[in-house]
């Protein structure tokens, strides 16, 4: 993961090299952690670093299934709003029996799915807004699979800035030190290298 996104030449490469650079930030930011540590909630808030990848893979496949519906809506969920929202709660939780590489796993495989719709999908093609969700707009009949792509890139940025923030209460790492070290380059002289086990 380079510290800026590549050039781009269309809207097409923009979309998916921006929707591939945000999410390659998840990688990044959970390199070295053990469970243990991408379970914990060091910050003020309970997200977790595994919670957070967690919901981000999750997000995915619910708006990405929308992309890939277009222009007739995914399968209608048949549990009932409580079920549903109490599954969306448990999107941000990593459970004891889960792990990071775990998570990891299926994120990479969200991610590539994801990615192959940007290149594929028609963008211009209607996206039916659901009508029976109380926080999606009563207004507007339906986005645009442009739209959809721009929303998940949005909700990738968001949440890899919740997930630095949770990353440098546990050890202190940031980003540019994380992505020095998952790719295997040092930036001496501008900030301390970090590694895993603690030793510059």
Known sequence: MPALASPVADERSALRE???F???AFFAVA???TDEQARSSPSASDLSIGGLIKHVTAMQRTWMSRVAAAPDAPPRDPRSFDEIARDFADQHVM???ETLDGLLEKFEAECANSLRLAET???DAKVPVPQDIPWFPKGIKDWSVRWVILHVINELTRHSGHADIVRESIDG???Y???AALEGWSIDGWVQPWRPDGES
């Open 18 to 20: 921006y929707l591939a």
């Open 22 to 24: 945000h999410q390659s």
């Open 31 to 33: 390199y070295g952690l």
């Open 95 to 97: 459970t004891a029996d």
């Open 121 to 123: 999908a028609d963008l």
């Open 173 to 175: 790492a940031t980003m």
């Open 177 to 179: 030190e994380l992505v």
